[in-house]
């Protein structure tokens, strides 16, 4: 029943739990858009990852032997994910498949005018650098079109939202337990009569702090709730836009294609538990603190 009672508490001083909450509903803001920004950044370097990262064009005097010569010494470095031979024959028909809705570039193209090629991936963009040199010394090797601009610049930019986010939600996390923290301080200040007298009739330091943890958590539940429909909000908003510049990322498709589906559902659902769980997490940590501050058994 002090659990249940703990709505009417936060009731009764409102201006403080709004403090709380908005405090709280910020922090939780900023840790879900950080935490969707760094799921999507993954998944974008993850996707480019598994492209190829490096095209070698043959000369035409190339032949199979030097493509495969090639291949054993790429493997053998172990840094290399996947290796794709496009013979003269295959690049013609994914030419043919490119453009087949155009009959007169299908006429003035033929095999023998479009080089071999070999599309190399390795297992980490960092190992691009060392791959290159190898590729470019190679016996038949005429061309060599290296995507380290593209990869660099999404390592960059997930090392960013890495640095640069958990900065801020961690300093945002330090304020809320502050402000929790400050508040529920004051409400032990203003319960100390009540808190001696349980204390004299036997009740459990447990019983009594109970109810202080619990509000703290819900001033946390509260702002992440709010702070997901927001997210969700905003995700909706620029869902045709997300739609546009990463729709061809197969988990991204899935989720975002039709929002009636399952896909959508759970991932919505288990963003709002994550969200809630840390966002009760913090409060209780801030009415913690205050407890062990403020209250001595």
């Not at 028909?93 to 155009?102: F, G, S, V």
């Not at 599309?119 to 791959?131: H, I, K």
């Not at 290296?146 to 930019?157: A, G, I």
Request: proline letters at 3%; a positive charge; hydrophobic letters at 50%.
């Amino acid at each position: 029943m002090r659990i249940l009672n703990v709505w009417t508490h936060m009731r009764r001083s409102p201006y403080q739990t709004l403090a709380a909450v908005v405090t709280m509903f910020l922090t939780m803001l900023l840790a879900g858009l950080f935490f969707l920004a760094t799921i999507f950044s993954s998944l974008v370097l993850q996707y480019f990852e598994g492209k190829p990262q490096i095209t070698v064009f043959f000369a035409d005097k190339a032949t199979v032997t030097d493509a495969d010569s090639l291949k054993k010494t790429l493997e053998s470095t172990g840094k290399v994910a996947s290796l794709k031979y496009v013979s003269k024959d295959d690049a013609l028909a994914i030419y043919r498949q490119q453009n087949k809705n155009d009959p007169l570039l299908l006429e003035m193209v033929t095999a023998d005018i479009l080089p071999a090629s070999l599309e190399v991936s390795a297992t980490d963009p960092n190992y691009l650098r060392d791959l290159d040199p190898i590729i470019r010394k190679a016996q038949g090797v005429e061309e060599v079109v290296f995507q380290k601009d593209v990869v660099d610049s999404l390592l960059r930019w997930t090392h960013a939202v890495r640095w640069v986010g958990g900065i801020l939600v961690g300093l945002l996390s330090l304020n809320s337990i502050l402000i929790v923290m400050t508040i529920i301080g004051m409400k032990i200040a203003l319960k100390k009569d009540e808190i001696e007298i349980l204390k004299l009739v036997g009740a459990s330091p447990w019983y009594i702090q109970t109810p202080f943890i619990v509000e703290g958590g819900l001033y946390g539940t509260l702002g992440a709730i709010v702070s997901w429909m927001i997210i969700m909000g905003v995700m909706l908003w620029l869902r045709p836009m997300l739609m546009g510049f990463l729709g061809m990322i197969p988990l991204i498709s899935t989720i975002f294609g039709s929002l009636t589906t399952w896909a959508f559902a759970g991932v919505a659902g288990g963003f709002l538990l994550f969200l809630g769980l840390v966002g009760f997490l913090l409060g209780s940590i801030g009415s913690f603190v205050a407890l062990s501050r403020y209250l001595k058994f």
